[in-house]
């Protein structure tokens, strides 16, 4: 197995261009995924999706000015104190639930250590899509299948490095072995907080955390579900022994309740007495 | 009431996709597993006590409804036509690969278990009697009397004789894969990331178990002679319980992420469903062996039954439509405790 492969997207940096989404889509010749104006934001695009594998997140971030000294955007800026924008992306998550519950093996886990749909395998059953923590991975209704980010597994199959970290052009997006990313993200949030901002924070960079650590993670300016992410996600296979536990209790309870329902022969209030069985019930129902 | 939790989203929009299974595809499939599921478990202990007329209606609705509990979930798919691939791999990680290994087990055992009923090695009188009244009002009285007969006559001797003997064989054997199959469907859709459906993975087991008993003892009081339907009248009334006080619990323990059962769609669907299933349910209970309080009864519990997955359905949309049910919880966790982001597993899953 070779190195695991991670990105790490610094949104410090990130200027919003969406160069690494246009990127994706053209490497890997993904459809459109629909036009809609959204008007929220510079974000038309919205999520990510069956055929949306970056996702430029942009928020304009209102400042909290009291109600009585703010006077309503009269200069155009009204009360915007600043832009957040995060390239989000699938997090290749070392406990991967879409994996995990793929019922097919379609999903698979490469030698880079990334989690690929293999489009010749997928029947569609829908399972990851509800299951992964962060909204990821979709069934594209059109052809049936699941689609996802694959860390452009032929580009590093070839030695090359993924479309999106190569087109960004302010390296918001670095791609490499996850250790060293690591190792660079801890400095520079270390190198922020030394320069004033307190708020620069990494995300899905602790191996601890409820997916095993995430190979794309991110350094953020805010709390993570302002950019649409999960605060504390949890593969949700953790409690999956619990869970056949739980089931195993309410299938023997099953099973007890027929057993219990033919041992006392059946018999309940609106039964009436029991000798009259064979004459009413002959005339009444047997369709011989 | 839960007071309003104050949360921050972007722009309002799901952290995570709602489930993109179909209606009436999903729920019905869910439907159909219990019942049948139930069904089968009814079968064996008909066997056992000797009530041949409530195993023969038991077995035929395990095997019906798992069949077409099958062609639902085939058709489910994005893909039909690569049904083929969920027996690809046996995953014990992935709810969906046992659920796809499980029907295809159950669905086989309660074929073999109804293939002599339906291949007149006992007599077509008994057939014909034991199938749901609908089942066998829609088909043409001809090819009733005379499909089973044809069939027949085109088997070896051999095999008509062995199949008795291997039908009851295969029920006994579906009575260990019935009960599985009428709750694995729980833990398939506790496996998510879905608030309202993880945070249930307790009671939604016994609901399932319960609204699976609850169709199956319908099924059994609708299609079997109401002299000898006793047993299925039980069954119904106790599955109506289980269903009504899982549902009860669920919905006290759950708090904010339970929202979604008594709201919306979702509140007005599962209402509906826990109305028809208790009144079905104490209907059974006073029916006896009244013809018309009978019917009225086993359609409720039946009408309650599927209702109540199509309510489950919709309720674990609704919630992960809604970003504050992924992300006010997952705060408080955060908040509360004070601590770093939950851990993995402590053992990697294959
Ligand atoms: S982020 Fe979602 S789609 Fe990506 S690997 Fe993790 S669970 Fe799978
Ligand atoms: S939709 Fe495809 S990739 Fe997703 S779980 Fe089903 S088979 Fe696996």
Known sequence: MAERMGFFTDTSVCIGCKACEVACKEWNDIPDDGFVFRATSYDNTGSLGASTWRHVAFIEERSRVPADQDRDGDDGSGGIEGWLMSSDVCKHCTHAACLDVCPTGALFRTEFGTVVVQADVCNGCGYCVPACPYGVIDRRERDGRAFKCTMCYDRQLGGLEPACAKACPTDSIQFGPLDELRARAAERVERLHGEGRPEARLYGDSPDDGVGGAAAFFLLLAEPEVYGLPPDPVVTTRDLPAMWRWAAGAALSLVGAVAVSFLSGGVLPGEGATGRTGARGRRGGWRR | ?350
């Open chain 2, 1 to 350: 009431m839960v007071p309003e939790a104050e949360f921050r989203s972007y722009y309002g929009q799901p952290v995570i996709k709602s489930p993109v299974w179909h209606e009436p595809h999903m729920p019905a499939y869910l439907y159909l597993g219990g019942l049948s599921g139930a069904a089968a478990v009814m079968g064996v202990m008909a066997g056992l006590s000797g009530r041949d007329r409530l195993a023969l209606t038991s077995r035929v609705t395990a095997a019906l409804g798992a069949t077409a509990g099958a062609a639902f979930l085939v058709a489910e798919l994005g893909r039909p036509e690569r049904f083929l691939n969920m027996l690809r791999v046996f995953k014990p990680t992935s709810p969906m690969s046992m659920g796809s290994w499980i029907l295809a087990v159950h669905s086989g055992l309660t074929a073999v278990a109804a293939a002599p009923v339906l291949l007149a090695t006992r007599p077509a009188s008994r057939i014909a009697a034991s199938l749901p009244a609908a089942v066998t009002a829609s088909l043409p009285a001809a090819v009733t009397a005379s499909l089973p007969a044809a069939v027949t006559a085109s088997l070896p001797a051999a095999v008509t004789a062995v199949l008795p003997a291997a039908g009851d064989a295969a029920s006994l054997a579906s009575g260990v894969t019935g009960p599985l199959m009428a709750t694995y469907t729980a833990v398939l859709l506790a496996d998510t990331a879905v608030p309202a459906w993880h945070e249930a993975h307790r009671e939604l087991p016994f609901l399932f178990a319960g609204s699976a008993l609850a169709a199956a003892g319908a099924a059994g009081m609708l299609a079997t002679p109401r002299a000898q339907a006793g047993p299925a009248r039980a069954v119904a009334v106790l599955g109506a319980a289980l269903e009504t006080a899982a549902g009860a619990v669920l919905e006290s323990r759950l708090g904010l992420v339970g929202e979604p059962y008594h709201q919306g769609r979702a509140g007005r669907l599962l209402r509906a469903a826990r109305v028809l299933t208790a009144g079905g349910g104490l209907l059974a209970a006073v029916a006896g062996r009244g013809r018309v309080l009978t019917a009225l009864s086993g359609l409720a519990l039946t009408a309650g039954s599927l209702v109540t997955r199509f309510g489950i359905l919709e309720a674990g949309r609704a919630s992960a439509a809604d970003p504050k049910y992924t992300v006010v919880p997952q705060r408080r966790r955060l908040e509360g405790e004070g601590r770093a982001p939950a851990r993995a597993p402590a053992r990697m899953w294959p």
